[in-house]
């Protein structure tokens, strides 16, 4: 199932070859807005796999189920290339017309920051690329599941944040996922971190070079949130047969699948301990 404009509904008809078939077309009573979902279930098929693929993977469903997966942004949020990402420097940096980005394959972008859509999305992946870098970080740093003083944890049922203060308390409720640790999407409105929480957000602003009130110019394109650390993906399963592994999960809105799979497909050994993490993604 896929949500499409209603303008679009009469060229639904047109979509039809060897790879996509339209099955069904239902009008929605409501107008559905961006993440108004509950989440994403996926059915992923792993073809070429080792002999002992389904026992490695196994092992690391163990470890995910009691850690969670760390909740970087894929790179479909940077857009092609890093474009979106790049055209999110521009936006940040007064641009608000066209703009030509150089990515690192060295191929030339031209994006449109007139149209709002685009200008929120060069927004969001800029916030996304710092998200990565903290928690990029934190994964370097051994700190990713270990609660900091002045960490903005939320509550897993209520969603509900608030500063840490008492880290042995806070680390208990961590471990038995009754909260989570966040990371900043900065913005005007962001809850911020304090202590020793805080100085690790704000150093790696300070390497990327933007101030905390530049966001401020971004205005409604970027008010600013908190994102966990750490999403848990829940209906881990796993089957293979004689050239295929399939792997099954849920995931709520706004967590990416490829994070899963890198975290199944890749090495297991820094998934603990953050080494070998940070520069990967």
């Known amino acids: 199932w896929l949500s499409v404009p209603r303008s679009a509904e009469s060229r639904l008809g047109a979509v039809d070859d060897d790879k996509v078939r339209?099955?069904?077309?239902?009008?929605?009573?409501?107008?559905?807005?961006?993440a108004h979902l509950a989440g994403n279930r996926f059915t992923l098929v792993v073809r070429g796999a080792e002999a002992d693929a389904v026992a490695r993977i196994e092992a690391k469903l163990e470890v995910l189920r009691?850690?969670?997966?760390?909740?970087?942004?894929?790179?479909?949020?940077?857009?092609q290339g890093g474009s979106t990402l790049a055209a999110g420097w521009a936006l940040l940096h007064g641009s608000q017309r066209l703009v030509r980005v150089r990515t690192p394959d060295d191929t030339v972008h031209a994006v449109h920051l007139e149209d709002r859509n685009l200008r929120r999305l060069a927004a969001s992946a800029l916030q996304a690329e710092?998200?990565?870098?903290?928690?990029?970080?934190?994964?370097?740093?051994?700190?990713?599941?270990?609660?900091?003083a002045g960490d903005v944890c939320c509550k897993t049922v209520s969603g509900g944040m608030f500063v840490s203060y008492d880290i042995g308390r806070e680390q208990g409720r961590l471990d038995v996922a009754e909260v989570e640790l966040t990371g900043p999407m900065w913005g005007p409105k962001m809850m911020r971190a304090t202590g020793p929480a805080a100085e690790l957000e704000q150093s790696v602003l300070a390497e990327l070079g933007i101030a905390e009130t530049a966001w401020a110019a971004l205005g409604h394109l970027a008010e600013g949130t908190r994102r966990p650390l750490a999403v848990r993906p829940s209906e881990l399963a796993v089957r293979s047969d004689a050239e295929s592994v399939t792997v099954q999960f849920t995931l709520p809105a706004g967590a990416f699948a490829t994070?899963?799979?890198?975290?199944?497909?890749?090495?297991?050994?820094?998934?603990?301990?953050?080494?070998?993490?940070g520069g990967g993604w």
């Open 259 to 277: 994070g899963v799979m890198h975290e199944l497909m890749g090495p297991h050994a820094g998934l603990d301990d953050g080494q070998e993490r």
């Open 130 to 148: 710092v998200f990565n870098r903290t928690l990029a970080r934190r994964l370097q740093q051994g700190q990713w599941r270990q609660v900091l």
């Open 66 to 79: 009691r850690t969670g997966v760390p909740n970087f942004f894929g790179s479909q949020r940077m857009g």
């Open 22 to 34: 339209v099955l069904q077309v239902i009008p929605h009573r409501h107008k559905l807005r961006t």
